[in-house]
């Protein structure tokens, strides 16, 4: 085994910019973390996330905290604030996206269970209050992550993550098995 050198990681990082994004976008929602929403945007890079919405008061570049954590990453994703995260589902909704929420919900399934059909649009909700009713009556679908321990979540930013990744893997099956 060997270590990439910084020139092959370059090439890579060059390569990748030439793939086209997937259909998945993410909403979030009254997030309250500047540093939960740079870890998203870094993590979104990574799992070829189209395009963030940053809503209600979710905090937005240009902002150092952001900037910090995303590790520029907020320069390579596109991203649109809007105020009200209702308007934006309903357009993803009207585009033919799935509006699915990560959220502990009694109508939750294991994420690991749903494949995603079409485009999709992953919800992420405040850290304490989650989403509203109003956005909640808009998602087609729930998925949650099973917590083993005594702790019911996980940090926001770290639960996007494993979700993203999920939804990247079923998306890019999918489009194998298409082709």
């Known amino acids: 085994m060997r270590k990439l050198t910084h020139v092959e990681l370059l090439e890579r990082q060059q390569k990748r910019k030439r793939v086209p994004k997937l259909p998945f976008c993410v909403v979030l929602n009254h997030i309250r973390s500047l540093h939960n929403v740079g870890s998203i945007f870094r993590t979104a890079d990574g799992a070829g996330v189209e395009k963030l919405y940053l809503c209600g008061i979710t905090g937005h570049p240009p902002d150092s905290k952001i900037t910090k954590t995303a590790l520029s990453a907020e320069k390579e994703v596109p991203w649109e604030y809007c105020q ?39 919800v992420i909700g405040n850290e304490i209050e989650g989403v509203s009713d109003e956005l909640l009556a808009l998602c087609d679908r729930t998925i949650e ?16 993550g494993i979700a993203a990744y999920h939804i990247r893997n079923q998306i890019r099956e999918r489009a194998r098995a298409d082709s």
């Open 84 to 122: 009200d995260a209702v308007e934006v589902l309903r357009r993803k909704k009207q585009e033919g996206y799935e509006i699915v929420l990560l959220e502990q919900l009694a109508q939750s399934i294991p994420y690991e269970t749903w494949t995603p059909q079409g485009p999709v649009c992953l």
């Open 145 to 160: 992550i099973d917590m083993a321990g005594v702790k019911n979540s996980l940090n926001v930013s770290v639960a996007f």
